[in-house]
T-cell receptor
Framework: DTAVSQTPKYLVTQMGNDKSIKCEQN?????MYWYKQDSKKFLKIMFS???????INETVPNRFSPKSPDKAHLNLHINSLELGDSAVYFC????????????FGSGTRLTVV | GDSVTQMEGPVTLSEEAFLTINCTYT??????LFWYVQYPGEGLQLLLK?????DKGSNKGFEATYRKETTSFHLEKGSVQVSDSAVYFC????????????FGTGTRLTIIP
């Protein structure tokens, strides 16, 4: 069983479209994250949810909207996609009081054309 | 703000060579420190960690020691293999209340046979 699973793995779409990426973790963790990795491999946090509550919201365009229906799921919806949104998006999870770092999903490569 | 600085890549070594990837951090306080590895086409995996000064993290022949006096967490391996070719990320995280992982820019390592 995959600990943190993201779907889809690849997503190619046209500018202006709306798309969603889904993430699920089966580790029983209480905190989930979305990170964006650009073409130079730089990783930047976008959002963090703890038990369905938003706790980190970095400077991200409001076209990006996370949704956490329960603590095992954190989805990312993107409206009006732009060329600059092309990147790899990683979901991750952790148990808040343990300083074990994160468990990452395998990523979703989004290409906007 | 908190930040992590890694040595610029790419780094190319011959098999069985000694590896050092430098990492220093800037932070108010004493964060936990991590090394993550990203193999081609995959997500990030935790390689090792250290939570307090003078702790040594180790895994798969890799080691790193938390040096408070030099604010460093350099990654070392005595004899690298072709399978170690990947991108390595240094990261920091503070204690409970702010679990954001702040990453360095990553260092691409290529090992040639």
């Amino acid at each position: 069983d995959t600990a943190v699973s993201q779907t889809p793995k690849y997503l190619v779409t046209q500018m202006g479209n709306d798309k969603s990426i889904k993430c699920e973790q089966n580790l029983g963790h209480d905190t989930m994250y979305w990170y964006k990795q650009d073409s130079k491999k730089f990783l930047k946090i976008m959002f963090s949810y703890n038990n369905k509550e938003l706790i980190i919201n970095e400077t991200v365009p409001n076209r990006f909207s996370p949704k956490s229906p329960d603590k095992a799921h954190l989805n990312l919806h993107i409206n009006s996609l732009e060329l600059g949104d092309s990147a790899v998006y990683f979901c991750a999870s952790s148990q808040r009081q343990f300083l074990d770092g994160y468990t990452f999903g395998s990523g979703t490569r989004l290409t906007v054309v | 703000g908190d930040s992590v600085t890694q040595m610029e890549g790419p780094v190319t070594l011959s098999e069985e060579a000694f590896l050092t990837i430098n990492c220093t951090y800037t932070a108010t306080g004493y964060p936990s420190l991590f090394w993550y590895v990203q193999y081609p086409g995959e997500g990030l995996q935790l390689l090792l960690k250290a939570t307090k000064a003078d702790d040594k993290g180790s895994n798969k022949g890799f080691e790193a020691t938390y040096r408070k006096e030099t604010t460093s967490f350099h990654l070392e391996k005595g004899s690298v293999q072709v399978s170690d070719s990947a991108v390595y990320f240094c990261a920091l995280m503070f204690d409970f209340g702010n679990e954001k992982l702040t990453f360095g820019t990553g260092t691409r390592l290529t090992i040639i046979p």
